[in-house]
């Protein structure tokens, strides 16, 4: 089962989110790609429910790397 994570529109950002989560070995999903592309609808990343606490916090981590980047409010 996944939970969700984050949900991106910006390729650039959902290309960042996929790297920094595949270096870390955390399971994940990426939803509505195809509709997000088509109408509009937000992409949904979803993180295994084991690696979801540990996802959140790679990405907070992460996320100092890029200017101006906030994905997660404290």
Avoid: C, Y
Wanted: aromatic letters at 12%.
């Amino acid at each position: 089962r996944f939970k969700e994570l984050l949900w991106p529109n910006d390729l650039v950002l959902l290309s960042w989110i996929r790297s920094v989560l595949d270096e870390a070995g955390i399971e994940f999903f990426i939803a509505d790609t195809q509709m997000s592309v088509l109408e509009g609808v937000q992409t949904q990343f979803r993180a295994g429910l084991w690696d979801h606490t540990k996802a959140v916090q790679v990405l907070k981590d992460a996320q100092f790397e890029v200017d101006g980047l906030v994905l997660f409010d404290e």
